[in-house]
T-cell receptor, first 115, second 114 residues
Framework: NAGVTQTPKFQVLKTGQSMTLQCAQD?????MYWYRQDPGMGLRLIYY???????DKGEVPNGYNVSRLNKREFSLRLESAAPSQTSVYFC??????????????FGEGSRLTVL | AQSVTQLDSQVPVFEEAPVELRCNYS??????LFWYVQYPNQGLQLLLK??????LVKGINGFEAEFNKSQTSFHLRKPSVHISDTAEYFC????????????FGTGTSLTVIP
C-alpha cells in the first residue's frame, strides 16, 4: 500500500527558478495538505484542499501556489524560489469525516534547497 | 489563536528508563489534542489522541498521555523506553469547531542511549 507518495524526494534550485512538488494518495481521501518543516518551527500549513475543486490558504501561503488536479493529486508550485523556501515539505491527506480527529497520513517528505 | 509549546527541544534518556515529553497549549476554544512521531527520514505518524472522555489516553508502542484541562497540558509518557523510540515527537492541537488546521509544536527530539 503506497499511501501518500511525494516526488521528488530531493531537489536543489537556484534563486528564481520554479518547480512543482507532486503529491498523490491512493486512500480515496477527500482532504489534502501541504506543510513545511523547519528547524525549531515545527510544521506549518501552507495550503490545504478540503475536497476536490477547493483550495484554501494556511498559515504560510506566500510564495506558493497549489492545484488540486483530481481527488488523488495535490501539487505545490514555487514560481520563483527564494532561499527562505529551503525546507522539508510534507504532503498529507485525511478522510474528510475524520479530519477533526487527527487522522492525517503523511508522505515521506521532499527536501528542497534553494541556493 | 492556538499555540503549542513543547518545552524541551532535546531529551536524552537511557534505555529502559522512563520518559516524559511535555506539551502545553493555549486556546480560547475547545480543542482536540494529538501526539505525532517522526522517525528519521520519514513522515509523521499518529501516536495517540485525546478527543473526549478519559483524560488518560493510550497509544501505540506503549506510550500514553494525560490531558490536564486546568494546566492546559498534554504530556506524553512511557515507563520504559527502547532504542527504537529514538525519534522526533510533535504535539498538535485542532479546534473542535473546524477541522482543517492543525497547529504543531516545535518538536522534541528523543534520543535513547544504550
Amino acid at each position: 500500500n503506497a499511501g501518500v507518495t511525494q516526488t521528488p524526494k530531493f531537489q536543489v534550485l537556484k534563486t528564481g527558478q520554479s518547480m512543482t512538488l507532486q503529491c498523490a494518495q491512493d486512500m480515496n481521501h477527500n482532504s489534502m495538505y501541504w506543510y513545511r518543516q523547519d528547524p525549531g518551527m515545527g510544521l506549518r500549513l501552507i495550503y490545504y484542499s478540503a475536497s476536490e475543486g477547493t483550495t484554501d490558504k494556511g498559515e504560510v501561503p506566500n510564495g506558493y501556489n497549489v492545484s488540486r488536479l483530481n481527488k488523488r493529486e495535490f501539487s505545490l508550485r514555487l514560481e520563483s524560489a527564494a532561499p527562505s523556501q529551503t525546507s522539508v515539505y510534507f504532503c498529507a491527506s485525511s478522510d474528510g469525516r475524520t479530519v477533526n480527529t487527527g487522522e492525517l497520513f503523511f508522505g515521506e517528505g521532499s527536501r528542497l534547497t534553494v541556493l | 489563536a492556538q499555540s503549542v509549546t513543547q518545552l524541551d527541544s532535546q531529551v536524552p534518556v537511557f534505555e529502559e528508563a522512563p520518559v516524559e515529553l511535555r506539551c502545553n497549549y493555549s486556546s480560547s476554544v475547545s480543542v482536540y489534542l494529538f501526539w505525532y512521531v517522526q522517525y528519521p527520514n520519514q513522515g509523521l505518524q499518529l501516536l495517540l489522541k485525546y478527543l473526549s472522555g478519559s483524560t488518560l489516553v493510550k497509544g501505540i508502542n506503549g506510550f500514553e498521555a494525560e490531558f490536564n484541562k486546568s494546566q492546559t497540558s498534554f504530556h506524553l509518557r512511557k515507563p520504559s523506553v527502547h532504542i527504537s523510540d529514538t525519534a522526533e515527537y510533535f504535539c498538535a492541537v485542532n479546534r473542535k469547531s473546524t477541522g482543517n488546521q492543525f497547529y504543531f509544536g516545535t518538536g522534541t527530539s528523543l534520543t535513547v542511549i544504550p
